[in-house]
């Protein structure tokens, strides 16, 4: 039996962790996996020690506030590590925490694979230096990082984007329509406000104003948010008060449904933008965070663009209204533009075929879970 040590944070890294684990399991049932991440891991046959994904916040200053929680559970996984000595490690994604505990597992002699790359080459890229000291294999999912990695001492393998797994197996447009009693005419605007509590506090309200200002200009559409499970439904109804006479419908369990029959959307910064981009979708990317975090970001962060679509298209796809140009102004006015030209619409979408194209072919967690095989047999 190999023991395997197995850690990931927020939904994201949930979800891509427990498609390996089923990965790993169907090509050799004698893996045991222990170790952080969330519900979908433990359903794929993990033993939890922590679920990382309810401690998940955003921004420099809100990860401080929650720093002497880390701190706490950091020192305690260390000392389980020491009981259970796992004979291999793997990091999803989390870097924050992940990279920590990855030099841990290397001073311990635990072979340390990484999925999901740390996005070093976005900020921080001294983090490649205790990298390279601490991580075995990285196995990565966006096209570009194989060539930025193979200047380093770090052995990179790309395998594509687990995403075009996931959408290429969900419902259709056709198939959420009619859930929702839709008709193929009606036009929606889909909202994504985010997948944390501070993240909806922070962007909800405004797309809901944009939201209204449509509907003053006459536009006609539904628009859908989507909701997260974790997060208590009177969040989204306390934010939909302060826009009185707004009708919103909420779209829990559908996420890809909805986007793919989205005619337009309005998206929070991160593995959403993907996730709309492949089910061709037109849409902006929004961001907003505290005065503090932000100041520090725009210090740090070295990239012209942060929409990950935009990074891996290597120009403006969706456009990126961040911090004060986050305005219900200027998202009506995408919106607007959007659903009232067929033209820009058609030439956003073959754009987005190009990004699609770029993040490789379905099998991603598949070939993932190959490459660590191949990795335990050495």
Not at 39 to 67: I, P, S
Not at 85 to 102: E, S, T
Not at 318 to 333: R, V, W
């Amino acid at each position: 039996m190999t023991r395997i040590f197995i850690s990931a944070g927020e939904a994201s890294g949930d979800l891509h962790a427990s498609t390996l684990i089923r990965e790993l399991k169907a090509r050799n049932d004698g893996l045991e996996f222990f170790g952080l991440g969330g519900e979908l891991m433990r359903a794929a046959g993990a033993e939890l020690w922590y679920d990382l994904t309810v401690l998940a916040v955003t921004g420099f200053w809100e990860v401080v506030k929650k720093y002497f929680s880390f701190r706490r559970i950091f020192y305690n996984v260390l000392d389980r590590l020491d009981r259970a000595k796992p004979d291999v490690a793997i990091l999803v994604d989390y870097p924050g925490f992940n990279l920590r505990i990855a030099k841990k597992l290397h001073q311990r002699g635990i072979k340390v694979i990484y999925y999901i790359a740390p996005q070093v080459w976005a900020w921080k890229e001294r983090r490649v230096k205790d990298m390279e000291r601490s991580v075995d294999l990285l196995v990565s999912i966006l096209p570009f990082e194989e060539e930025f990695f193979s200047r380093t001492e770090i052995r990179c393998k790309f395998v594509g984007h687990p995403l075009l797994d996931d959408i290429a197996t969900s419902g259709s447009a056709q198939e959420f329509r009619k859930s929702q009693g839709l008709d193929s005419a009606t036009r929606i605007i889909a909202l994504l406000p985010g997948s944390r509590l501070n993240e909806i506090e922070s962007h909800y309200e405004t797309m809901l104003r944009a939201i209204e200002q449509l509907r003053q200009a006459g536009q006609k559409f539904v628009a859908c948010v989507l909701t997260r499970p974790e997060i208590d439904r009177h969040a989204y109804k306390t934010i939909e008060e302060k826009v009185p006479g707004i009708s919103i419908k909420h779209v829990e369990t559908d996420r890809y449904g909805l986007l793919k029959a989205a005619d337009v959307a309005i998206v929070k910064s991160g593995t959403s933008t993907l996730e709309t981009a492949l089910c061709g979708t037109p849409f902006c990317i929004v961001y907003r965070m505290g005065w503090i975090s932000y100041q520090i970001a725009r210090r740090v962060i070295k990239l012209k663009n942060v929409g990950m679509v935009n990074i891996v298209a290597g120009e403006v796809v969706a456009p990126e209204f961040l911090q004060y140009e986050m305005t219900a102004d200027n998202l009506s006015e995408f919106c607007s533009r959007i659903l009232t030209s067929k033209e820009e619409r058609a030439r956003v979408q073959r754009t987005l075929e190009d990004v699609r194209h770029k993040l490789g072919e379905p099998g991603a967690a598949a070939r993932a879970a190959e490459a660590i095989i191949r990795e335990l047999a050495q």
